[in-house]
């Protein structure tokens, strides 16, 4: 090799190969083509479970949650307190001493970039790069999240407030009869009396922002009815009572510029932007979103980058506004959310390639997992409520995603030249879950775990086994001697594990008499499956194919769900149309051309061997504690 490659990984979370082929075969998506052709695609096994943040940490480490401790969103000694704060799956203490190709590299004299990658990054582990947006799930820099408002002149709507990614203090439910979109805050439209600088038909509503931390603000909708009454003459965003305090001049279809805004007691700069979806003067109703206020200070790593990359790229927002699948003014909402963040990670790495440089690039972009969730049930033709109308629209939506994926890697692209690895990754895809089941209900009905009478919180002296809602593969026992609540002498420890699995193995769907566990192993023997170590939990499961975790639609212990799952499934799980395993393209100097592994007859690659043939590819070592395997007939010489 005359000279060592750079590399540009581009993470695009729940990538589902199937539709990959399907809308490139379609002519959708050239630059996808344009990679696949130059390179080789394959499924690709994800670590158990099927999850965001276990996968993001396998693939950087080469290997699996016995080793980087992430089975879910958080870690937990069994030690610890019940209510003890937990380290979430982004904080780089999680993984424990566990190895990533970023420290190899590094090590190497070589210089990492790291964009909105979700785990085993914060603080950073590098100290000769850069980490840009750390975390997803419940990052430090998502200051409030995003809110889509109903304002309405009716005066017997009822208002209320609605937050997604369950941070709200208020909840309400839907009033679809009262023509809000579900999920909508809805206020009431009323006379700007106290205003200033306004027309004397002008119509004014509060917009409450709610930080994550419960604190509440809020900005002023402005609205100027046309003196026919026929139209709106103004619709804008204000920061005060005041309509020559215009933040948003507000077009339907359009974002407003951000708003950049100083945020909570501690005064925490943020920005954010606005988005009409909808206006009826004769209903006299407003339709409109806010996007996330994402930080605009203290997100990088070197600290002092965040100014630099606020001016050259924009601000960064990591959650999309709003529920794509309602209709065609969201869908294009969501897409231009994602499409934004996107691209600003495209601009950041070339900014920064072109200011300091860098030679290993990892970043990760949610577009397709946060489409996949509402879309895949009902897209399956499979599936027991499948209406062929809905389905083509939910494929509509999935399609038009994955053009706002190829826009993009066509832009990384341009990145990358003949002497450039491209891996394009997910974590995960995800397969329809028609039915879920619920494993603390199960438990419960078996007398193994107790609840209090408010029918959630776990009776402790009552429950010799229980789970954690973030970490759906496992069950843990309530062990006297480690666990401070802890119940079940150690002599005893054996007999509840055994108990554990016959629950679950003999567990049978009232609806469907299948069983919704595939497997269910002791902990000492779910090394054959990746599991082991202190943190992780004393039984082991996953669930079979179409069953996802969590309480059924009917309250029973299994039943009707509530949308398509891929963490809880076993991993392979795969239909004609979706499936849960991964996928990847790699292309670039030493990669065979045109090439796919038969699977069925070699085996899958899995998530653990990406890490070793990166760094195979790149001349360096793999990492410490690596438990895959180079990926050798990938490669045009070994």
């Known amino acids: 090799m005359a000279s060592r490659p750079r590399f540009l990984l581009i993470g695009m979370d729940g990538m589902n190969l199937p539709l990959l082929r399907r809308f490139a075969a379609e002519s959708h998506l050239p630059h996808f083509s344009q990679l696949m052709a130059r390179g080789s695609t394959n499924r690709l096994l994800p670590a158990l479970p099927a999850w965001t943040p276990n996968n993001w940490a396998t693939i950087v480490t080469g290997t699996t949650p016995g080793s980087h401790r992430l089975g879910g969103w958080t870690v937990r000694k069994k030690s610890d307190p019940w209510e003890a704060p937990r380290l979430e799956s982004w904080d780089s203490r999680v993984i424990d001493g566990t190895e990533t190709i970023w420290e190899v590299a590094e ?241 950041a790495a070339k900014y920064l390639l072109e200011n300091g440089g860098w030679d290993l690039h990892f970043s990760h972009w949610h577009l397709f997992d946060h489409i996949n969730h509402p879309t895949v049930n009902p897209a399956d033709p499979e599936g027991p409520n499948y209406d062929p109308k809905v389905g083509e629209w939910m494929m509509y939506c999935q399609r038009r995603i994955y053009e706002v994926g190829d826009r993009v890697l066509g832009q990384f692209l341009e990145l990358a030249d003949d002497n450039t690895i491209v891996c394009v990754t997910s974590d995960h895809g995800m397969a329809p879950a028609h039915r879920w089941g619920d494993v603390p209900t199960l438990l419960a009905e078996k007398g193994l775990l107790a609840f209090k009478p408010d029918g959630k919180s776990i009776d402790w002296s009552r429950s010799v086994a229980y789970t954690q809602a973030d970490r759906g593969s496992e069950v843990y026992v309530n062990l006297q001697g480690r666990e401070p609540m802890g119940i079940v002498p150690p002599e005893k420890y054996g007999e509840i594990q055994e108990a554990i699995i016959d629950a679950l193995l003999d567990w049978r769907d009232p609806g469907t008499g299948k069983r919704p566990i595939a497997l269910a192993l002791k902990l000492e023997d779910a090394q054959i499956i990746g599991y082991w170590g202190t943190e992780n939990g004393d039984v082991v499961l996953t669930f079979n194919r179409g069953y996802g975790w969590g309480p059924p639609i009917d309250g029973k212990s299994a039943g009707p769900g509530r949308g398509a799952l891929h963490g809880s499934q076993i991993p392979p799980s795969e239909t004609k149309y979706f499936t849960n395993m991964a996928c990847f393209i790699l292309a670039g100097p030493g990669i065979k051309v045109g090439y796919e592994r038969d699977w069925q007859r070699r085996g899958l690659m899995r998530m653990v061997d990406l890490a070793p043939t990166f760094a195979h590819l790149l001349g360096l070592r793999p990492p410490m504690h690596a438990t895959g395997a180079v990926l050798s007939d990938l490669l045009e010489a070994w």
């Open 107 to 347: 090590q190497a004299g070589l210089k990492n970039l790291i964009q909105f990658y979700p785990s085993a990054v914060w603080p950073s582990p590098i100290k000769n790069g850069y980490v840009l947006a750390p975390g997803f799930h419940d990052a430090p820099y998502a200051i409030a999240m995003p809110m889509s408002y109903f304002a309405s002149t009716r005066g017997d709507v009822q208002t209320g407030v609605e937050q997604i990614a369950a941070v709200a203090r208020e909840r309400t439910t839907d009033r679809a009869e009262e023509g809000a979109p579900p999920g909508s805050s809805v206020v009431r439209l009323t006379p700007a009396a106290g205003w200033a600088n306004v027309p004397a038909n002008a119509l004014a509503a509060e917009l409450p922002i709610i930080l994550k931390n419960g604190e509440r603000e809020a900005v002023y909708l402005l609205v100027v009815p046309e003196p026919s009454g026929r139209g709106y003459a103004r619709i804008a965003i204000c920061s005060e009572q005041n309509g020559n305090a215009s933040e948003a001049e507000l077009q339907k279809g359009a974002w407003s510029p951000f708003y950049q805004r100083a945020l909570g007691k501690d005064r925490i700069p943020t920005a954010m932007r606005f988005r009409l979806l909808a206006a009826d003067p004769a209903a006299g109703t407003v339709y409109l979103c806010r996007s996330e206020a994402y930080a605009t200070r203290g997100f990088t790593y070197p600290a002092e980058l965040d100014q630099r990359l606020v001016e050259a790229c924009g601000p960064f927002y990591d959650w999309p506004t709003i529920d794509p699948v309602r209709g065609e003014a969201e869908l294009e909402t969501f897409a231009s959310d994602m499409l934004y963040q996107g691209e600003w990670q495209v601009r």
